[in-house]
């Protein structure tokens, strides 16, 4: 995949576009399984572990069309996070954690962060 720009990027829940996203992220992790044994010569293995990802995206409330109402914690989803128009992840997961953040003092727009497990596997862009 050559260099894209991320202008691009979305997220939908169950297929329906989430309002005014402004980032996201996705951490995909093995936990491998470490042992020593009397082969391994005084030298530590590793063998591949069983796969988890985890993430979050940040959005700005839209009072007209809220992520918050769209989300709970805890809801089961499917999360399509789009890298630009034709490449995405599709992300079976569960919702975490939904976090509103207001400053009162510097009155910035208001924003939101929902955080993610995975609920199974996923598809990477270029399985998809």
């Known amino acids: 995949m050559p260099l894209v720009s991320g202008n691009e990027g979305q997220v939908l829940s169950d ?3 989430l309002a005014e996203i402004i980032r996201w992220s996705l951490q995909t992790r093995a ?31 839209n009072t007209s069309d809220p992520v918050s109402g769209q989300l709970d914690e805890g809801d089961q989803v499917e999360l399509r996070l789009c890298v630009d128009a ?12 939904v976090e509103l953040e207001v400053d009162i003092a510097a009155g910035p727009l208001v924003q939101g962060t929902a955080e993610f497990s995975s609920d199974g596997a996923w598809t990477a862009p270029d399985d998809s």
């Open 15 to 17: 297929g329906v576009a």
């Open 31 to 61: 936990t491998n399984v470490s042992y020593a044994s009397s082969a391994t010569a005084g030298y530590r293995k590793s063998l591949p572990g069983r796969k988890q990802a985890q993430g979050r995206f940040t959005f700005a409330l």
């Open 86 to 97: 034709t490449h995405f992840y599709l992300v079976p997961a569960i919702i975490d954690v």
